[in-house]
């Protein structure tokens, strides 16, 4: 498969998700850069902005095995992987946890204790789960959404560092429009239901080709260059307390070829690295402890160091 068949296939999957989600094609293309980059998705955003619509809508889209699960302080790390259970035979069976599937969305991740939390590390990483010593193997392609409150921290667990940078990018969805949310409502009132039908566009074959051509897309060194520079800088302003780590280099590489495949090239611009560096990025940051009373985020910094860092030039080499 060539970047032009991505391009096209992709659009036609925004296409059809964006009759479920209405007005968020701007985040439902960068989920999808995200999961051709093989990388998981971190919503942070109110309750209400469709952001399981979202998961479950492109689970379907792209006829993926979804599974959901409600993260709360009493979820146990054997819900999420698994567990061994008494089989009708008298002997131990594996009893598969709803980590075994194709897209997993993990709703309000930070609801659950930590060692709860720390059960999708290996699944995300690894892409295996480990029971009793034994370690399975789970299906391509795997895909984590998370989605946490950003205001409502009562009760909840916060991500550990080591946890939010193993989601390749983190983004709100927004409040829509005064005319998108008509429309919402104009066409419900339509549909007299609240399930939208949608058709399937690709397999996850097709997905995992999709995958295979973006790792083809090519990052000349000028480009590669400013990667590392834009992600250098993070560690260097004075608003940081620790800067993103090499992993947010090759999260940024990865992302910024997707947004090249899916804009029909076979090459990295500059600016498909500046239109990735905020969600690839923001979340690894750590600020100074002073400036969380500020509301200042992660995003800002990287914003910073974006027009700060010299922009190479977008001819590929």
């Known amino acids: 498969m060539d970047v032009a068949a991505v391009s096209g296939f992709v659009d036609r999957i925004l296409d059809e998700i964006e009759r479920a989600v209405v007005g968020k094609r701007e985040a439902l293309e960068m ?13 942070e955003d109110f309750p209400g902005l469709a952001k399981t619509l979202m998961a479950r809508s492109l689970a379907h889209v792209l006829d993926l095995g979804f599974n959901r699960v409600q993260f709360t302080p009493d979820l146990m790390p054997m819900d999420v992987t698994g ?35 720390a059960a999708l590390l290996e699944a995300m990483q690894e892409r295996q789960v480990t029971v009793d010593g034994t370690s399975r193997p ?32 983190r983004l709100a969805v927004g409040y829509p429009s005064p005319d998108d949310e008509w429309r919402v409502i104009d066409e419900r009132a339509r549909r007299r239901s609240d399930d939208v039908q949608l058709s399937r566009v690709v397999d996850a074959g097709t997905l995992v080709a999709m995958q295979q051509a973006v790792e083809e897309v090519h990052v000349s060194e000028p480009v590669g260059r400013y990667i590392v520079e834009l992600v250098s800088a993070t560690r260097t302003r004075r608003r940081t307390k620790v800067g993103a780590s090499p992993r947010g280099s090759l999260a940024l590489m990865k992302l ?47 914003t910073e160091c974006l027009g700060a860092v010299p922009t190479p030039p977008s001819v590929p080499e």
Do not use: C
């Open 138 to 169: 789970l299906d391509r392609p795997f895909v984590v959404i998370a989605t946490q409150n950003p205001i409502e921290y009562e009760g909840t667990y916060p991500l550990p560092e080591a946890q939010l940078d193993r989601f390749l990018i």
């Open 83 to 117: 567990s061994m259970i008494l089989g009708p035979s008298g002997m131990l069976e594996f009893r598969r946890g709803p980590v075994f599937t194709n897209l997993l969305l993990a709703d309000e991740v930070n609801r659950a204790p930590a060692k709860t939390q």
């Open 256 to 302: 910024a070829r997707a947004k090249a495949a899916v804009g029909g090239r076979d090459f990295v611009t500059p600016d498909d690295v500046k239109h990735v560096a905020v969600p690839a990025l923001g979340h690894r940051i750590i600020l100074r402890p002073e400036l969380w009373v500020q509301d200042v985020r992660g995003d800002d910094v990287v």
């Open 31 to 43: 989920i999808m850069l995200a999961v051709l980059s093989d990388g998981h998705i971190l919503i």
